[in-house]
């Protein structure tokens, strides 16, 4: 089975500042088809998670362009450009590589200093 | 506007079975899988598995194997979830999402339900 770890696991944040999360896969998720099978969600406090990045750098549907996802392989990272205060929830990063078959991170609290 | 819509909150006995349900509405259901996921108290996001609503086709979590089954009623758009021999640990807020029939380049798990909460008690 293919193990997700992030880093860090708790992100204190000012706003306005940038942000940014690490997510490493025990298996190569980058596929012959040039893609990354590596999705990005957030969980905001009471509410459900939501789908922020899926292959890696593509936002999803009405997501801000705040949000930017990259990386390749087994190294990815989401980064914030600029924090604002409705972005404090818990992080996970997914992968989809054995899509239906998931695998999530044991997330990132991202919180305001 | 798609949405998935969910069952209410269940409280059950250590050793019962619970029957989660989540009706999809707003896009063709036949055309997705449902993948459920399940959340313990302060935990993190668990996968729990997935069904095809094309086949019914399935994937379990191998740590669930035996207990779960998850079916779908397409004359209904309704995915279910049914869990036997409740655990304490089994206590969790459980969703279900759209995703994918197969491992595709569409974003999976793109609309979640609202979660329900299953709470085993003795």
């Known amino acids: 089975d293919i193990v997700m770890t992030q880093s860090p696991l708790s992100l204190p944040v000012t706003p306005g500042e940038p942000a940014s999360i690490s997510c490493r896969s025990s298996?190569?998720?980058?596929?012959?088809?040039?893609?990354?099978?590596l999705d990005w969600y957030v969980q905001k406090p009471g509410q459900s998670p939501q789908l922020l990045i899926y292959l890696a750098s593509n936002r999803a549907s009405g997501v801000p362009d705040r949000f930017s996802g990259s990386g390749s392989g087994i190294d990815f990272t989401l980064k914030i450009s600029r924090v604002e205060a409705e972005d404090v929830g818990v992080y996970y990063c997914?992968?989809?590589?054995?899509?239906?078959?998931?695998?999530f991170g044991p997330g990132t609290k991202v919180d305001i200093k | 506007q798609v949405q998935l819509v969910q069952s209410g909150a269940e409280v059950k006995m250590s050793g019962a079975s619970v029957k989660v349900s989540c009706k999809a509405s707003?896009?063709?259901?036949?055309?997705?899988?449902i993948t459920w996921v399940r959340q313990a108290p302060g935990q993190g996001l668990e996968w729990m598995g997935w069904?095809?609503?094309?086949?019914?086709?399935?994937n379990y979590a191998q740590k669930l194997q035996g207990r779960v089954t998850m079916t779908t009623d397409t004359s209904t758009s309704t995915a279910y979830m049914e869990l036997r021999s409740l655990r304490f640990d089994d206590t969790a807020v459980y969703y279900c999402?759209?995703?994918?029939?197969?491992?595709?380049?569409?974003?999976?798990?793109?609309?979640w339900g609202q979660g329900t909460l299953v709470t085993v008690s003795s």
């Open positions: 999402a759209r995703g994918p029939l197969r491992r595709w380049l569409q974003p999976n798990n793109d609309y």
């Open positions: 069904i095809s609503a094309y086949n019914g086709n399935t």
């Open positions: 298996q190569i998720l980058l596929q012959s088809n040039g893609y990354n099978y």
């Open positions: 707003g896009y063709t259901f036949t055309n997705y899988g």
């Open positions: 997914m992968q989809s590589l054995q899509a239906p078959l998931f695998t």
